[in-house]
């Protein structure tokens, strides 16, 4: 297996080119982040005057003048069409959080193919953030603490099942399954406690909840391997 392209010890900021709430990526990039771009998300920093890390994609979406103007070494083609650009970035990033902006929104089929990509690598732990949104492929164990009555949503992508604490209505004993059972539009009655048996259960919650989202991740357990 090849060296990740960018490695770091902080958490890492992904930029995509699809929609993206403008004031909460202006918000994150405050934080100093290390930023990244997913091929035609470097233009969304560049009009910031920013120059990303790395830019990493099969570079069908940058325009070739922004392309010339990146310096030397920050540009990462991969030109297979066999996996998508976030995919192509998730792969090649190593860092304890990657917050992906950019990536939710507007097309129903890439916000699919993100949550796709999510499943298929779960040692990346990841959140995509949208313009309603946070979304993330839920770690075996997950102490959450946010407000009673906040929506909280599950969404299997294979079979899978846990045990829960906080929720209205528990999810223990149940088998999820994307033709099947699925726990959408479920609430908050307490402190949150949730338990998968793997790695296969997106956990959506409102863009509100990510602080609190980003804090309990912190204490989490190490998350999922990846997958053989």
């Known amino acids: 297996m090849k060296p990740a392209i960018v490695r770091k010890s902080t958490p890492v900021l992904l930029v995509g080119g699809g929609d993206c709430p403008e004031d909460a990526l202006n918000a994150a990039l405050t934080e100093g982040?290390?930023?990244?771009?997913?091929?035609?998300?470097?233009?969304?920093?560049?009009?910031?005057?920013?120059?990303?890390?790395?830019?990493?994609?099969?570079?069908?979406?940058?325009?070739?003048?922004?392309?010339?103007?990146?310096?030397?070494?920050?540009?990462?083609r991969i030109e297979e069409q066999d996996s998508t650009d976030f995919d192509k970035c998730l792969r090649n990033i190593e860092a304890p959080l990657i917050l992906g902006y950019g990536f939710l929104g507007a097309r129903?089929?890439?916000?699919?193919?993100?949550?796709?990509?999510?499943?298929?690598?779960?040692?990346?732990?990841?959140?995509?953030?949208?313009?309603?949104?946070?979304?993330?492929?839920?770690?075996?164990?997950?102490?959450?603490?946010?407000?009673?009555?906040?929506?909280?949503?599950?969404?299997?992508?294979?079979?899978?099942?846990?045990?829960?604490?906080?929720?209205?209505?528990?999810?223990?004993?149940?088998?999820?399954?994307?033709?099947g059972r699925v726990g959408t539009s479920n609430a908050v009655s307490g402190p949150v406690l949730l338990e998968m048996d793997a790695a296969l259960m997106a956990l959506i919650l409102p863009v509100t909840a990510l602080d609190e989202l980003r804090a309990a991740l912190k204490d989490a357990p190490e998350g999922w391997p990846a997958r053989s």
Do not use: K, Y
Request: hydrophobic fraction near 45%; aromatic fraction near 2%; proline fraction near 10%.
């Open 33 to 76: 982040l290390p930023a990244v771009a997913a091929d035609g998300g470097a233009a969304r920093l560049l009009s910031r005057g920013l120059v990303p890390e790395a830019v990493i994609g099969d570079m069908d979406s940058l325009a070739t003048a922004a392309l010339d103007g990146l310096p030397p070494g920050v540009v990462h």
């Open 108 to 179: 129903l089929d890439h916000q699919l193919a993100a949550l796709t990509v999510l499943a298929g690598r779960p040692e990346r732990r990841c959140i995509l953030v949208g313009r309603e949104d946070v979304v993330m492929l839920c770690p075996p164990s997950l102490h959450l603490a946010i407000e009673p009555g906040s929506r909280l949503s599950l969404w299997p992508l294979g079979p899978v099942g846990g045990r829960s604490e906080g929720l209205r209505w528990p999810i223990d004993g149940i088998r999820f399954a994307p033709g």
